[in-house]
């Protein structure tokens, strides 16, 4: 037999495209590619892992030098900037690259070492019962099934990264183009963006603590931070700085810089330019709390929907179930789920409407306050650092949002409420639990400093907000029409809080708060309108105080959230006219109430097409001064307070309808109006 018949009779043993990393680590033969798990771990019940080869990925002279060069085309935004000396000059950030097969930006994926990416799946899903007969341990018992289970690791060859057509990669670059030449990635002076953030580090991380603190600092001194991230982070800090640090930045109005950072932010998500889940739901939660018309679509509801649906599908409401990679990514997660629930339960409940997230459905163990205890950030940076009741405040706000829920649930169903009192009487000693059991850094008399003062102002509106939803019923329909002692826990509960709110007020806080400020305000102010109308004499006067407490408390509000002024109007509609003049606010700089203040102040469009990414009209893009869009005087922004207090007597009512002259209160009409707010 010649050679090369004996070497076409050979046997020739190939070796395995793949294994996994338990077989790659014993140098044992791995049917990986055939089934997942491959037979050893099968048989040895311990998971199967699959690599990612390093082969070709190490970094070449050639590519480095290509790198290099596309850093100043491609893959950098160019910032302006200031050195302080009223020189302006640009600096460099990087844009995040999108990721490749095999790339794994989502790194907060608990339970497992695999750079795929993974798909969650939870207990009635089909697909769960496959894997879990697949993973039975014959050792351990017929129950015993692993951590990671609800997270399955999608195959390279299926991932959405390496099947798209040359087509969709051309148009995702085209948008990637078009989002750089509107502005989309354009940004402040360093100066502002340090201010900005220093606002939201100082007023809204406290409240709600969805970021980490190092590792956002790290990535924006680096300039690799997400620009979709930061342009919400520009959003927030910009609604939330005082007036001060406003007047130093470049900007007129503060409603313009809002709805300039929005739409960039907007436009950015629109794209789907950012591939991160997590920076994802973490910027959906920032956008929810811009505050558009009441047609605008793209609402709370909208936003917030959005940033849960991710979160959901990322297994965030089954934490308990998971194996975290380290404690900081575990903390990090369950900081941002409660941050959600929590806004979720306010906001459900301010607008009357089923929440997204059923207590039902999630396993997730209560917020701590070793939860929300942050590494040390090093050095100088505008990012702060934490207090102590920082530590706490997220904590009692989510039991707080719990307790929410169920009264909610339980007293305004639409079925009604329990035919019995028992469990009113069940949340009330819930309350009355919380109370006792609250940390001593958060009560207000132990509150020294302006950040413990606003957290515990902000903690005490909520606790007393609650005692109003769980008794106003009583207090809106008394028995025999005498106020019975249910209804005067809830006047008591308003009273309280229009004491919290005075305190704020005389520190400068109340324009610092979140937006379910402007709930409880409102809520407040109702109680304490209805009993004005009620009482006579001293209580009559006391009432009228307290009411235009509220209304002021709303106006300093409006600095941040842009309040629906067309809410209150109605809200001034809905009273007998001698009441809406007793406690309508007059502006002593405002015209006579004789003039036309239709012609004065024009009414706010409900949208802005101008400022959208490319005017359909003007061609104008996100970098555009608003200045030179709406110059001052052409347009009224929400901030004007003129046209709600000082309306003539004969302006229409906002619904259309004719105000009415009857003396009576419309309670239906006041009961119903606080969930716009």
């Known amino acids: 037999m010649?050679?090369?018949?004996?070497?076409?009779?050979?046997?020739?043993?190939?070796?395995?495209?793949?294994?996994?990393?338990?077989?790659?680590?014993?140098?044992?033969?791995?049917?990986?590619?055939?089934?997942?798990?491959?037979?050893?771990?099968?048989?040895?019940?311990?998971?199967?892992?699959?690599?990612?080869?390093?082969?070709?990925?190490?970094?070449?002279?050639?590519?480095?030098?290509?790198?290099?060069?596309?850093?100043?085309?491609?893959?950098?935004?160019?910032?302006?900037?200031?050195?302080?000396?009223?020189?302006?000059?640009?600096?460099?950030?990087?844009?995040?690259?999108?990721?490749?097969?095999?790339?794994?930006?989502d790194h907060l994926i608990p339970g497992t070492a695999s750079t795929h990416q993974t798909v969650f799946f939870g207990e009635s899903s089909?697909?769960?019962?496959?894997?879990?007969?697949?993973?039975?341990?014959?050792?351990?018992?017929?129950?015993?099934?692993?951590?990671?289970?609800?997270?399955?690791?999608?195959?390279?060859?299926?991932?959405?990264?390496?099947?798209?057509?040359?087509?969709?990669?051309?148009?995702?670059?085209?948008?990637?183009?078009?989002?750089?030449?509107?502005?989309?990635?354009?940004?402040?002076?360093?100066?502002?963006?340090?201010?900005?953030?220093?606002?939201?580090?100082?007023?809204?991380?406290?409240?709600?603590?969805?970021?980490?603190?190092?590792?956002?600092?790290?990535?924006?001194?680096?300039?690799?931070?997400?620009?979709?991230?930061?342009?919400?982070?520009?959003?927030?800090?910009?609604?939330?700085?005082?007036?001060?640090?406003?007047?130093?930045?470049?900007?007129?109005?503060?409603y313009w810089a809002k709805f300039l950072f929005y739409s960039r932010a907007k436009a950015i998500y629109d794209a789907e330019w950012e591939s991160n889940k997590t920076v994802k739901i973490q910027s959906l939660f920032l956008l929810s709390f811009w505050r558009g018309g009441p047609s605008e679509e793209r609402d709370i509801r909208f936003w917030l929907g959005i940033a849960i649906d991710l979160a959901q599908k990322r297994g965030m409401h089954l934490m308990s179930k998971f194996s975290f990679n380290s404690r900081r990514e575990e903390r990090l997660w369950k900081r941002l789920w409660w941050s959600l629930y929590a806004r979720d339960q306010q906001s459900a409940a301010a607008l009357g409407l089923p929440p997204h997230i059923r207590d039902e459905d999630c396993d997730v163990a209560m917020l701590e306050p070793d939860d929300i205890r942050e590494e040390i950030v090093g050095g100088q940076s505008p990012f702060g650092v934490q207090c102590m009741e920082d530590l706490s405040y997220p904590a009692e706000m989510a039991k707080l949002a719990k307790?929410?829920?169920?009264?909610?649930?339980?007293?305004?169903?639409?079925?009604?409420?329990?035919?019995?009192?028992?469990?009113?009487?069940?949340?009330?000693?819930?309350?009355?639990?919380?109370?006792?059991?609250?940390?001593?850094?958060?009560?207000?008399?132990?509150?020294?400093?302006?950040?413990?003062?606003?957290?515990?102002?902000?903690?005490?509106?909520?606790?007393?907000?609650?005692?109003?939803?769980?008794?106003?019923?009583?207090?809106?329909?008394?028995?025999?029409?005498?106020?019975?002692?249910?209804?005067?826990?809830?006047?008591?509960?308003?009273?309280?809080?229009?004491?919290?709110?005075?305190?704020?007020?005389?520190?400068?806080?109340?324009?610092?708060?979140?937006?379910?400020?402007?709930?409880?305000?409102?809520?407040?102010?109702?109680?304490?309108?209805?009993?004005?109308?009620?009482?006579?004499?001293?209580?009559?006067?006391?009432?009228?105080?307290?009411a235009r407490l509220c209304l002021l408390s709303l106006q300093e509000l409006q600095k941040s959230w842009d309040l629906e002024n067309w809410v209150l109007n109605l809200f001034f509609r809905c009273l007998d006219d001698r009441t809406a003049r007793t406690l309508r606010p007059v502006d002593a700089s405002a015209p006579s109430p004789k003039t036309e203040t239709r012609d004065l102040v024009p009414a706010i469009p409900d949208s802005f097409p101008a400022l959208n990414i490319i005017s359909e009209a003007g061609g104008q893009t996100l970098d555009t001064p608003l200045e030179e869009k709406y110059p001052t005087g052409d347009i009224s922004a929400p901030s004007d307070w003129y046209s709600l207090f000082n309306s003539a007597e004969d302006y229409p009512d906002i619904s259309g309808v004719a105000p009415s002259h009857d003396a009576s209160l419309n309670l239906q009409n006041l009961e119903s109006l606080y969930r716009f707010l």
């Open 126 to 254: 089909p697909l769960t019962v496959v894997i879990d007969e697949g993973r039975r341990s014959p050792e351990k018992g017929t129950n015993e099934m692993h951590m990671t289970r609800f997270h399955y690791p999608i195959p390279e060859r299926l991932d959405a990264f390496s099947t798209r057509d040359e087509a969709f990669r051309a148009h995702k670059i085209k948008q990637e183009a078009q989002l750089k030449a509107d502005g989309a990635f354009s940004y402040p002076p360093s100066e502002t963006c340090d201010t900005l953030l220093q606002a939201y580090f100082d007023w809204f991380h406290p409240c709600f603590p969805i970021l980490d603190r190092a590792a956002v600092h790290e990535s924006y001194t680096q300039g690799s931070l997400s620009p979709l991230l930061l342009q919400a982070m520009l959003f927030i800090g910009v609604s939330l700085c005082t007036d001060e640090a406003f007047a130093r930045t470049e900007f007129s109005v503060r």
């Open 2 to 105: 010649s050679s090369q018949e004996t070497k076409d009779h050979r046997t020739v043993r190939t070796r395995a495209k793949q294994a996994c990393l338990h077989c790659n680590r014993r140098r044992i033969r791995c049917n990986v590619v055939q089934m997942r798990p491959c037979q050893n771990c099968l048989s040895l019940n311990v998971p199967c892992e699959v690599g990612v080869s390093k082969r070709g990925k190490y970094p070449r002279k050639k590519t480095a030098r290509q790198h290099a060069t596309s850093q100043t085309d491609g893959n950098s935004v160019q910032l302006p900037a200031s050195s302080g000396k009223g020189e302006t000059h640009s600096f460099t950030l990087p844009v995040v690259d999108k990721p490749k097969a095999g790339d794994s930006h």
């Open 403 to 546: 307790l929410l829920r169920s009264i909610v649930s339980t007293q305004y169903s639409p079925v009604g409420p329990s035919p019995n009192d028992t469990s009113r009487a069940a949340l009330h000693q819930q309350l009355v639990d919380w109370e006792s059991s609250m940390p001593s850094e958060l009560k207000p008399e132990n509150a020294k400093t302006p950040r413990a003062k606003f957290l515990a102002g902000l903690l005490h509106m909520t606790y007393h907000n609650l005692y109003i939803l769980l008794y106003r019923p009583s207090f809106l329909h008394p028995p025999d029409g005498a106020l019975d002692s249910q209804g005067q826990i809830a006047l008591d509960a308003a009273t309280k809080s229009t004491r919290v709110l005075e305190d704020m007020l005389s520190h400068n806080l109340v324009q610092h708060g979140p937006p379910h400020l402007i709930t409880h305000a409102f809520s407040t102010l109702c109680l304490h309108t209805i009993h004005f109308r009620r009482t006579s004499g001293t209580g009559r006067k006391l009432a009228e105080h307290r």
